[in-house]
C-alpha cells in the first residue's frame, strides 16, 4: 500500500520561507520511473500544478513558482522536498504531494492522471 505523508507546512509572513517534506512508503524511487509532484489547492480554486520531477529526471515547474520555489528529491530516503523562499500571501493553501509510476510527460502538470495523494499540508502567508 502506497502512502505519501506531507510535513512542514505553517504560518509564515510575507518574505519568509518554508521547506516542504513528502516522505513515501510502499513506493521505490530508486531506479523507478516514478513521477513525484507537488500541488496546491487554495479555498475556492482548483488544484494548480506547482512543481514536478518526471521519472527521477529534471524538474519542472508552474511559471509563478521558478526562482522561488525549489524541488528536490532523496530517492535513498524516498523523499521530495519543496524549498519554498520569498513566501507571498498569494501562496497561501493546501499544499499536496502527489506520485504516480506511469506518467507520460504530457501529463504532468494534470492532477487527475496522479494515482496516490497525500493528505495535504496548510501554508497560509500573512501580509
Known amino acids: 500500500q502506497v502512502q505519501l505523508v506531507e510535513s512542514g507546512g505553517g504560518s509564515v509572513q510575507a518574505g519568509d520561507s518554508l521547506r516542504l517534506s513528502c516522505v513515501a512508503s510502499?513506493?521505490?524511487?530508486?531506479?523507478?520511473?516514478?513521477?513525484t509532484a507537488w500541488f496546491r489547492q487554495a479555498p475556492g480554486k482548483e488544484r494548480e500544478f506547482v512543481a514536478a520531477n518526471f521519472r527521477g529526471t529534471r524538474m519542472y515547474y508552474a511559471d509563478s513558482m521558478k526562482g522561488r520555489f525549489t524541488m528536490s528529491r532523496d530517492n535513498a530516503k524516498s523523499t521530495v522536498y519543496l524549498q519554498m523562499n520569498n513566501l507571498e500571501p498569494e501562496d497561501t493553501a493546501v499544499y499536496y504531494c502527489?506520485?504516480?509510476?506511469?506518467?507520460?510527460?504530457?501529463?504532468?502538470?494534470?492532477?487527475?492522471?496522479?494515482?496516490?495523494w497525500g493528505q495535504g499540508t496548510q501554508v497560509t502567508v500573512s501580509s
Open positions: 510502499g513506493l521505490t524511487f530508486s531506479g523507478s520511473s516514478v513521477t
Open positions: 502527489a506520485a504516480d509510476s506511469r506518467l507520460i510527460l504530457s501529463s504532468m502538470r494534470t492532477p487527475h492522471y496522479y494515482d496516490y
